[in-house]
């Protein structure tokens, strides 16, 4: 087969690959419901213990195991993580990675709703561009993003770059625990997150390939590792601040490290056009404009400081 007939038949959308995509909304949905029923958990037991200090600690953490709203909440969130394995294995990272977006957008109106303020117009225009540049980017991404077979020399630059940054936070963590703010934990957890996602496809990708030996043994490891240094921030980061502000900085910096991953290690948008890169691009930084605005001009997030403030001065 010449190979420009070879590339088109690479590039030709296909029934398998788009069943991922209502998959990962689906996803989506959990993950703002579970975030929504854990930050109500973790802020419990703040108010309990009356402190958060460097983080939370063994006490506060087992604490948590006591709070319905957060087990509730955690349940939620595993289906999240179930239904986006699921997705994974349908397409793409750069497909369905981004679609994670929408869970920003269902937090936003739902904590309207449940605190019946109205969104204003801002909020409202941040929800249209952060919509729109996850729906032209998936767009695009669907008719232009390959699966390819991940050798091991993809593998081990992987898993060198999440050791580094692993030893990085670990390291910021140890040093700076006192003064590391909510920001600094969404940080850490969308990093390390992306990494999860990364490493959860090239593992299913691995067994699809029929392929399990010690690197992808390693991956596994890195997986777990990620998964549970990304969920012990992002508890902390509930203890320090909203979650739309959360969700907010997950949904951009988990996306972001995943999708790069994806295009520049393991080469899934290596057959598209010079106008789709272009398109990824500026789809891209429309969907993030649009995340910084909602996060910066919901008023549930005016309201929601208040409403910490006088529950702990109660308290």
Same mark, same amino acid.
Request: proline share 2%.
């Given at each position: 087969m010449p190979p420009e007939l070879e590339a088109v038949t690479e590039l030709a959308p296909n029934l398998f690959q788009s069943v991922g995509i209502p998959i990962a909304l689906i996803g989506a949905v959990f993950l703002s419901f579970g975030a929504q029923f854990q930050h109500r958990g973790v802020a419990k037991v703040e108010a309990a213990s009356r402190e958060v200090s460097g983080g939370l600690d063994v006490r506060q953490l087992l604490a948590l195991l006591g709070r319905p709203s957060w087990v509730l909440g955690t349940l939620m969130l595993g289906l999240a993580i179930v239904f986006q394995l699921t997705s994974l294995n349908f397409a793409p990272i750069i497909v369905v990675q981004p679609l994670g977006a929408?869970?920003?957008v269902i937090t936003s109106v739902l904590n309207a709703r449940i605190s019946r303020t109205k969104l204003n117009r801002a909020s409202v225009v941040s929800i249209v561009m952060c919509v729109g540049g996850v729906a032209i980017f998936v767009l695009?991404?669907?008719f232009t993003a390959v699966d390819k077979p991940i050798d091991d020399a993809q593998l081990v630059t992987i898993v060198i770059i999440l050791a580094v940054v692993l030893a990085a936070f670990i390291t910021l963590f140890v040093l700076f625990r006192e003064r590391m703010r909510a920001? +600094?934990?969404?940080?850490?957890? @969308?990093?390390?997150?992306?990494f999860v996602a990364t490493l959860a496809k090239v593992v299913i990708s691995r067994l699809q390939q029929g392929d399990f030996e010690w690197l992808t043994f390693v991956c596994l490891v890195?997986?777990?590792? +990620?998964a549970a240094f990304g969920g012990y921030f992002v508890q902390t980061a509930y203890a320090s601040g909203p979650p739309d502000l959360?969700?907010?900085g997950l949904t951009?910096?988990?996306p972001l490290v995943a999708v790069g991953i994806g295009i520049i290690v393991l080469g899934e948008a290596s057959l598209a056009p010079p106008l789709a890169l272009v398109g990824f691009v500026l789809s891209g930084v429309l969907a993030i404009v649009g995340v910084f @605005?909602?996060?910066?001009? $919901?008023?549930?997030t005016g309201v929601k400081s208040v409403t910490n403030h006088s529950t702990q +001065?109660? $308290?």
């Open positions: 929408v869970a920003l695009i991404a669907a920001v +600094s934990y969404i940080l850490g957890a @969308g990093v390390l997150y992306g890195g997986l777990l590792a +990620s959360v969700i907010a951009v910096i988990d @605005g909602l996060a910066r001009y $919901h008023p549930q +001065s109660v $308290h």
